[in-house]
């Protein structure tokens, strides 16, 4: 195999700081392949059971992102305990090493190996000859130079979604957040009261956007030459209806007509119209969803 530059991290989400780790290591190895190694499921899901964040995307999205932000190949190492028991030195030999790296970048915070025993000193020590190691802030890369790029982090990410601060979490992911699924058959409420929804249920691994009523668009990744389709989305539990499953569920203007079960879809937040709210009876909630859909209108008119 020839030789190559691995980048190491959870790369939880691939925002802003990330994608510019990612140029700056093709930057220190012109014309080497860059691979990014990353971690599922969370370290802290083994070490830390009970401890670990809310991810920002699924396995198969961060994969996916990590290649459009610039990653020639994408080393998903599989975080199990006898993989969290390892030596640092069984880390090099058996994970590193088959990569091929002619320089290694990390945080400079990187730890690794049974009991966190190894760090960025002891990387190099067990480099020395075979390959370099660059180790840079994650979070505030040589790339990012605003004082906005320079806070960004998926902790700082989860905390803006939490409170409903879309903006803040596109900002610092440099896109808008979106939710991708497969359809599940829901209660059937929404096709009974004139607005019929795709419904998503949401991992209690997921971090998603505080519950509310948000306007966005929904994205048939099946069928990529169809224009995204303009939506009113729902993210909670269904107060009114006493629900306890976290859903997002979407309904797209002005159609009756979808049959989406079954079909993986992907849901864009553009903007929070209003918080979840729980209703005295039928007729108000149809009032109320009456009204969210023509802001969404605008909105969507205005930030489409």
Same mark, same amino acid.
């Given at each position: 195999?020839?030789?190559?530059? %691995? ?18 290591? +093709? ?7 860059v691979i990014a190694m990353t971690f599922w499921p969370h370290p802290l899901s083994v070490v830390r059971p009970g401890h670990e964040p809310k991810l920002l995307c699924d396995l198969d999205e961060r994969v996916e992102l990590l290649r459009g932000a610039g990653a020639d190949r994408v080393e998903v190492v599989a975080f199990t305990k006898a993989f969290s028991e390892q030596t640092p030195e069984d880390f ?18 990187? +730890?690794? &190996? ?6 960025? /000193? ?28 320079? =806070?960004?982090?998926?902790?700082? #990410? =989860? ?21 991708? !699924? ?8 929404? +096709? ?18 505080? $519950? &509310?009523?948000?306007? !966005?668009?929904?994205?048939?990744? /099946? ?18 209806? $006493?629900?306890?499953?976290?859903? %997002? ?5 002005? +159609? ?5 079960? &079954? ?6 937040? %553009?903007?929070? #119209? ?8 039928? /007729?108000?909630? #149809?009032?109320?969803?009456?009204? /969210?859909?023509?802001? #969404? ?8």
């Amino acid at each position: 195999m020839s030789q190559s530059v %691995v980048v190491i991290g959870n790369f939880d989400g691939v925002h802003l700081g990330h994608r510019a780790v990612l140029a700056h290591a +093709r930057g220190l190895e012109p014309g080497l392949p860059v691979i990014a190694m990353t971690f599922w499921p969370h370290p802290l899901s083994v070490v830390r059971p009970g401890h670990e964040p809310k991810l920002l995307c699924d396995l198969d999205e961060r994969v996916e992102l990590l290649r459009g932000a610039g990653a020639d190949r994408v080393e998903v190492v599989a975080f199990t305990k006898a993989f969290s028991e390892q030596t640092p030195e069984d880390f090099v030999s058996t994970v590193l090493l088959p990569l091929s790296p002619a320089r290694v970048v990390v945080g400079q915070n990187f +730890r690794f &190996g049974h009991f966190a025993a190894g760090d960025v /000193d002891t990387l190099r020590e067990l480099g020395r000859g075979r390959f370099e190691v660059t180790a840079i802030d994650m979070v505030r890369s040589p790339l990012h130079t605003t004082d906005g790029a320079e =806070r960004t982090s998926s902790t700082r #990410i =989860r905390a803006a979604l939490a409170e409903g601060d879309l903006e803040s979490a596109e900002a610092m992911l440099g896109r808008r957040i979106s939710f991708s !699924g497969t359809v599940v058959r829901g209660d059937q409420r929404g +096709r009974e009261l004139g607005f019929p929804t795709a419904n998503l249920l949401v991992s209690d691994l997921r971090a998603a956007p505080a $519950d &509310g009523v948000y306007a !966005g668009w929904l994205h048939r990744p /099946d069928r990529p030459a169809e224009a995204p389709m303009p939506a009113a989305i729902s993210v909670g539990r269904n107060p009114t209806f $006493d629900g306890h499953e976290l859903r %997002v569920e979407s309904y797209v203007l002005d +159609r009756t007509d979808l049959e989406l079960y &079954g079909v993986r879809i992907r849901v864009e937040f %553009v903007s929070r #119209i209003r918080g979840q709210v729980k209703f005295d009876g039928i /007729d108000a909630l #149809i009032e109320q969803m009456r009204d /969210d859909v023509s802001r #969404i209108r605008e909105v969507l008119a205005v930030r489409s």
